[in-house]
């Protein structure tokens, strides 16, 4: 496939084989959890959206899907340390079944954030569910249920990840040249 912004990358950490392959077995381990539960898939906005459309369909359990925004970036490669709603869930998650969907979990601040968020919420479970786990630099107490793949300290995008909202369509995970961040 034609390609703006593979040139832009200096190597490929996860190619799009081995994602997939993955999301098959969390797909296949979701379903041996949840089946008979009608489980809500919740995305976190906007890095899951590719994620959480793989992992929904390899695991066929009868189930709906829903998604929350929050920004705590701003655009920077740091986390701000605050996490803010900018959309909120459109439906009573009163003794729903949760698994929350996300691209990365990095210092850890705005997945602690939505836990406590969806117990007020009053919901019944909540499994974590990351594509990427970073943990070498978590500053809160939060492990994922079920991680995709651990990545080193590295600042990666792909696969529904962004570099100032660009590069989240490209099909594998990544990290980019360092001339691309000095424009
Ligand atoms: P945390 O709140 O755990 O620090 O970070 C969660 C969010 O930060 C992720 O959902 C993601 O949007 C962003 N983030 C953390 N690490 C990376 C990274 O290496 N690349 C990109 N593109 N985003 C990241
Ligand atoms: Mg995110």
């Known amino acids: 496939m034609k390609s703006e912004m593979?040139?832009?990358?200096?190597?490929?950490?996860?190619?799009?084989?081995?994602?997939?392959?993955?999301?098959?077995?969390?797909?296949?381990?979701?379903?041996?959890?949840?089946?008979?539960?009608?489980?809500?898939?919740?995305?976190?906005?906007?890095?899951?959206?590719?994620?959480?459309?793989?992992?929904?369909?390899?695991?066929?359990v009868?189930?709906?899907?829903?998604?929350?925004?929050?920004?705590?970036?701003?655009?920077?490669?740091?986390?701000?340390?605050?996490?803010?709603i900018t959309h909120d869930i459109q439906q009573d998650i009163t003794g729903r079944h949760l698994i929350v969907v996300e691209d990365?979990?990095?210092?850890?601040?705005?997945?602690?954030?939505?836990?406590?968020?969806?117990?007020?919420k009053g919901a019944a479970s909540i499994t974590i569910v990351t594509l990427l786990d970073k943990p070498s630099r978590r500053t809160k107490a939060i492990t994922p249920d079920l991680a995709g793949f651990t990545v080193p300290d590295e600042f990666v995008v792909g696969y529904g990840l962004d570099y100032c909202q660009q590069y989240r369509n490209v099909p594998y995970i990544g990290v980019l040249k360092p001339e691309v961040y000095s424009h």
Request: include cysteine.
């Open 104 to 120: 990365i979990l990095d210092s850890g601040n705005t997945l602690a954030f939505l836990k406590e968020y969806f117990k007020t």
């Open 62 to 84: 009868k189930s709906d899907v829903e998604f929350i925004a929050v920004s705590s970036y701003e655009n920077a490669m740091a986390s701000s340390g605050r996490v803010k």
């Open 6 to 60: 593979h040139n832009d990358i200096l190597k490929i950490l996860v190619t799009e084989e081995e994602i997939q392959a993955r999301i098959s077995e969390m797909g296949a381990e979701l379903y041996e959890k949840f089946q008979g539960k009608n489980p809500l898939f919740l995305g976190v906005l906007k890095g899951s959206f590719v994620f959480m459309s793989d992992l929904v369909r390899a695991c066929q």
